[in-house]
């Protein structure tokens, strides 16, 4: 059986799925009498298209030339960006094409609105490379574990942030400094607000907690806080305490309210996310009844992010030879069905706080006073000797409290006239 695909972007992704479908082409054959053709690849530019069209392919600059290809049944859409795919998907799902996207903003954007479509259409959108890059988080979530409920999910969903942070750890250096090493080796974008600043986990939390849930959960009501406060001495610190700090996607639900945020965050290190480090990334589950269950690997990259495209192009194609279109139910990811999220300051954690103080008498009490006046219990506490008298690190570890409390407990500490900078706070997970 002939499948005409379209690939709408053919940039790392897109071509790594062409090698991927041309390099496999006769195994699917044989293994599913599956014949995948790419009926054509679509690109800003003819510049762009020339690899493809050297490799025998049909490209062409116009999207239009793919919606209306009747040959094409399958639209993979590896462009990026919101408006515009989201208007060719529309395109492709009401014109009867299956979609295939590694969209992870569109599907946390936009998700509500395309799922419906895709089932009124009785299509298949999916989207297993947004979330994990290959790791096949998505299709386990909407299928392997169906037999559970998801009471949790910690994930490390950003390979950029999570090599970061290890470089950190591991050589002591500097947030900007490795930053800019990390743009220099291309492992960070030139741009790097998205995954520094936690967006980009927070799309990806969006997708991850909404299929957990199976209530929809709003990219625009998580909180979100990135890795540039995080320093060296915070690692350090961390460390000497048997931690280590990663930049986490959590969700879980609290009395019937959802928690669902992206923070840095302190790991004992002995966690199973402890040791997932450099670009990796993993998604750590506990379910009712098959307890915890981790799944690691490449987050992004060329062939790891493609062979998860094409597990969807093969998915869809397996569906067309049985003859049955059955696409895998995505009633819940919409706005009719919202996850009620649990404010932050509602959140209970542990928290580990550090205060950059003058070296004066009282000050380790007026910030005990503050916080035993919230009602926040110290738990232990470090100050190394021989620090400058201008300039004194104070770092405090307190017991799980609510996150309000802290807030204003901080607030207030804020304001004292020995403090050097505002303090810097750390959820322990
Ligand atoms: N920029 C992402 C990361 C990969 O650093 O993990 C694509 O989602």
Known sequence: MQIGIGIIGVGTVGSGTVDILLEKKAYYQELYGLDFNITMVCARTDEELAPFRALGLTGSTQVQDIMTN???????????????????????????????????????????????????????????????????????????????????????????????????????????SVLAEAQSLGYAEADPTFDVDGIDSAHKLAILATLGSKQYVDFNKIH?????????????????????????????????????????????????????????????????HLGPTLQTGAGAGKYPTASAVVADIVAIGRQGVKGGMSPIPMDFFSEGNPADLLPIEETSSAFYLRFTTRDETGVLASITKILSQQGISVESMIQKGHQKKDRVVIVMVTQVCKEGLMRQALEQINTLNFMVQPAAMIRFI
Request: with cysteine; aromatic share 6%; proline share 3%.
């Open 70 to 176: 009747p040959a094409i049944s399958i639209v993979v859409e590896l462009a990026g960006g919101y408006e515009l795919p989201k208007s060719w998907i529309e395109q492709a799902l009401t014109a009867g094409k299956h979609v295939v996207t590694a969209n992870k903003a569109l599907i946390a954007k936009y998700g509500a609105q395309l799922f419906p479509l895709a089932a009124k259409n009785k299509r298949h959108f999916l989207f297993e490379a947004a979330v994990g890059g290959g790791i096949p988080i998505i299709r386990s979530l909407q299928e392997a574990l169906t037999g559970n409920s998801v009471n949790s999910i910690k994930c490390i969903i950003n390979g950029t942030c999570n090599y970061i942070l290890t470089e950190m750890s591991q050589k002591g250096s500097a947030f900007a």
């Open 224 to 288: 979100i806080e990135g890795i540039r406060r995080i320093n060296e001495t915070d690692i350090a610190f961390a460390r000497e305490m048997g931690f280590v700090i990663k930049l986490l996607g959590v969700f879980s639900k609290v009395e019937g309210k959802t928690d669902a945020r992206v923070h840095p965050a302190l790991l004992p290190g002995d966690h199973l996310l402890a040791s997932v480090n450099g670009v990796l990334n993993a998604v750590y589950l506990e379910t009712d």
